[in-house]
Nanobody, 119 residues
Framework: QVQLVESGGDLVQAGGSLRLSCAAS????????VGWYRQAPGKQRELVAA???????NYADSVKGRFTISRNNAKNTVYLQMNSLKPEDTGIYYC?????????????WGQGTQVTVSS
């Protein structure tokens, strides 16, 4: 089993920065990709950024140029550096791991961390 624990959420003013962390434990070898999702009140959860096993990354258009996803393999941790934050970045940010699995579960979620950006 893979466990994910997010941290780093906070209240920040528009234009500020935050760094979120997603620490993984358990069957790390089974992780194929890690993504950061967010869910704003009344909206569906959406993908913000992801990093694949090979290191390739992808971002939502709304965060390109402002957010950077990275990882530290020695610490089994994936980061989301968020700069130039906007009020519309507010939401609960979840870490997701896609697993190399032949049977469920095929993914794991963390518990989420709250990011609030004030105008």
């Amino acid at each position: 089993q893979v466990q994910l624990v997010e941290s780093g959420g906070d209240l920040v003013q528009a234009g500020g920065s935050l760094r979120l962390s997603c620490a993984a434990s358990g069957s790390i070898f089974s992780i194929n990709a890690v993504g950061w999702y967010r869910q704003a009140p009344g909206k569906q959860r959406e993908l913000v950024a992801a990093i694949a096993r090979g290191g390739s990354t992808n971002y939502a258009d709304s965060v390109k140029g402002r957010f950077t996803i990275s990882r530290n393999n020695a610490k089994n941790t994936v980061y989301l550096q968020m700069n130039s934050l906007k009020p519309e970045d507010t939401g609960i940010y979840y870490c997701n791991a896609k697993l190399l699995a032949t049977m469920p579960p095929y993914e794991r979620w963390g518990q989420g961390t709250q990011v609030t950006v004030s105008s």
